[in-house]
């Protein structure tokens, strides 16, 4: 049967036998009603037995009715206590009521020994001293028993007896981890804390919480648990309560930073081409890299990729990403849309006309696959790609449907074209392309949104262009995502 018991069983009925080892039965009670609500056979046997809940309820009876009554026999409010306690089967009770009516009794006969001595007063005057005398002897007898009785018991409690009157004294609450002198400022990883300390008092700790939920502790106060944390602040109430009700409490603040995002970029650029050389992809590539460099990105930068070169980056790119959840990707250089499919044209590619280019380019979704494969939050594309393509004047269509075709975004993702749909873009009369002199202009700025900062790119270009260029996105972004967030 034992070997059908699951770990939690297991470890419950186990804490348990280790409480009782101890003579802790207080706790040992409460790891066995844990186990046996969990189905642990002996668990369910042992509570059945002992009756445990009955035991602690007489202890804490026999305790109350003794600080009433401070180690004497007497005492209306220690009496009824004793005696639930007594009915409960509690030993102590009963010994502590059988001492009560011996003094009861003792006192009652030293009464009736005085009452008799009045009576033979009136009677007879020489019977004065010997009643007198006996009256004073059973009372001093009396008394005399009293005193070591009350000595007896009262070692045998001393304990209980040093702090049932006179303990107004708060529980000591010691915080071990998190340790305070190395601070509490939480890493972004730490998403659970470990909460370890001490709760210590004169009497005995009846009850450690954490945040109003009771948690386990051992005979000497220690106790420990596991926080989850939120992100931000985090308050934690310690709290100790004693056997007397007196209570103390501790609060230590903990911070959660926020998730940072990892990224990570791949940035290629095209220029030395067969058909067709441009000046300003390289340019792009080195500005935009060291750009997003100071934005946080690793960034993996290759010039002049042949065919195969692309393909196996992007690959390495996509492998790479899974340890990352923020992805770029930026590409300068010739591209251009076949049958609706956008591709990037590598330096080594021969167009002589449309059919080559599925066998020569790399398909632009392939990146948007990788991403999609890796998991990452946000994804990011920009393609500084439409610049008028050389190999299209070769083409039967004669440059119609010049420019990249527009692509559905996948979810957290944004894409950026250096023009719209269909258009052309300029490769730029400066040391960068039109398009990327506008992005690296205000990529940088702080705290604005990336849709932000794409509205200011295109404001700029279309200013420059007098209106021939027109930047376009499509963004299926879920949050809100900063470039440069300070």
Same mark, same amino acid.
Do not use: C
């Given at each position: 049967m034992v070997s059908l018991l699951n770990n939690e069983q297991k470890k419950y009925y186990k804490m348990a036998l280790n409480a009782l080892s101890r003579d802790d039965y207080y706790n040992a009670t409460q790891y066995m009603q844990k186990a046996s609500k969990l189905g642990h056979p002996d668990a369910i046997e042992w509570i059945s037995k002992e009756k445990p809940i009955e035991k602690i309820e007489s202890e804490r009876l026999y305790? /109350?009715?003794?600080?009433?009554?401070?180690?004497?026999?007497?005492?209306?409010?220690? /009496?009824?206590?004793?005696?639930?306690?007594?009915?409960?089967?509690?030993?102590?009770?009963?010994?502590?009521?059988?001492?009560?009516?011996?003094?009861?009794?003792?006192?009652?006969?030293?009464?009736?020994?005085?009452?008799?001595?009045?009576?033979?007063?009136?009677?007879?005057?020489?019977?004065?001293?010997?009643?007198?005398?006996?009256?004073?002897?059973?009372?001093?007898?009396?008394?005399?028993?009293?005193?070591?009785?009350?000595?007896?018991?009262?070692?045998?409690?001393d304990s209980i007896q040093k702090t049932s009157e006179f303990d107004k004294k708060?529980?000591?609450?010691?915080?071990?981890?998190?340790?305070?002198?190395?601070?509490?400022?939480?890493?972004?990883?730490?998403?659970?804390?470990?909460?370890?300390?001490?709760?210590?008092?004169?009497?005995?700790?009846?009850?450690?919480?954490?945040?109003?939920?009771?948690?386990?502790?051992?005979? $000497?106060?220690?106790?420990?648990?596991?926080?989850?944390?939120?992100?931000?602040?985090?308050?934690? /109430?310690?709290?100790?309560?004693?056997?007397?009700?007196?209570?103390?409490?501790?609060?230590?603040?903990?911070?959660?930073?926020?998730?940072?995002?990892?990224?990570?970029?791949?940035?290629?650029?095209?220029?030395?081409?067969?058909?067709?050389?441009?000046?300003?992809?390289? $340019?792009?590539?080195?500005?935009?890299?060291?750009?997003?460099?100071?934005?946080?990105f690793s960034v993996m930068k290759f010039i002049n990729c042949n065919q195969k070169t692309m393909k196996k980056v992007i690959d390495e790119f996509g492998i790479k990403l899974k340890?990352? $959840?923020?992805?770029?990707?930026?590409?300068?250089?010739?591209?251009?849309?076949?049958?609706?499919?956008?591709? /990037?044209?590598?330096?080594?590619?021969?167009?002589? $006309?449309?059919?080559?280019v599925e066998y020569d380019c790399v398909r632009a979704d392939r990146i948007l696959a990788k991403m999609e494969n890796a998991g990452s939050k946000t994804n990011i594309v920009i393609l500084d790609a439409c610049r008028d393509n050389p190999f299209e004047r070769s083409w039967r269509r004669g440059g119609k449907g010049s420019g990249l075709a527009f692509m559905n975004a996948p979810s957290g993702s944004f894409i950026a074209y250096a023009t719209s749909p269909g258009n052309t873009a300029s490769d730029g009369s400066g040391k960068n392309g039109l398009y990327t002199s506008a992005l690296l202009k205000y990529i940088n700025m702080p705290n604005i949104k990336i849709e932000e900062v794409f509205k200011k790119v295109r404001g700029t270009v279309i200013e420059k262009s007098n209106s021939r260029q027109i930047p376009w996105e499509s963004t299926s972004l879920i949050g809100d995502f900063y470039l440069n967030k300070q």
């Open positions: 305790k /109350l009715g003794l600080s009433y009554s401070d180690g004497n026999y007497v005492g209306s409010l220690a /009496l009824p206590k004793m005696r639930e306690a007594a009915k409960l089967g509690n030993a102590k009770a009963k010994e502590w009521l059988q001492k009560y009516e011996a003094e009861k009794l003792g006192r009652s006969n030293s009464k009736g020994l005085l009452k008799r001595y009045k009576a033979e007063d009136s009677n007879s005057v020489n019977s004065l001293p010997v009643g007198l005398v006996l009256a004073l002897i059973l009372m001093i007898l009396s008394f005399t028993l009293y005193g070591p009785i009350k000595k007896v018991y009262n070692k045998k409690d708060p529980p000591e609450i010691i915080i071990i981890e998190p340790n305070l002198s190395r601070g509490i400022k939480r890493k972004n990883a730490d998403n659970v804390i470990l909460i370890k300390g001490i709760a210590k008092d004169e009497s005995r700790i009846d009850k450690v919480s954490i945040n109003e939920k009771e948690i386990g502790f051992s005979d $000497n106060g220690n106790f420990e648990t596991k926080i989850a944390l939120v992100k931000g602040e985090n308050s934690i /109430l310690i709290r100790a309560i004693d056997i007397k009700s007196n209570s103390a409490e501790k609060t230590i603040t903990i911070f959660r930073e926020p998730d940072i995002d990892k990224r990570l970029a791949l940035v290629i650029s095209n220029s030395n081409y067969i058909n067709g050389r441009l000046k300003n992809p390289v $340019n792009d590539a080195n500005d935009m890299s060291a750009m997003l460099e100071n934005l946080g340890d990352y $959840n923020v992805a770029m990707f930026f590409y300068a250089g010739h591209g251009v849309q076949v049958s609706g499919n956008n591709y /990037l044209i590598p330096v080594d590619a021969k167009l002589d $006309n449309e059919n080559d």
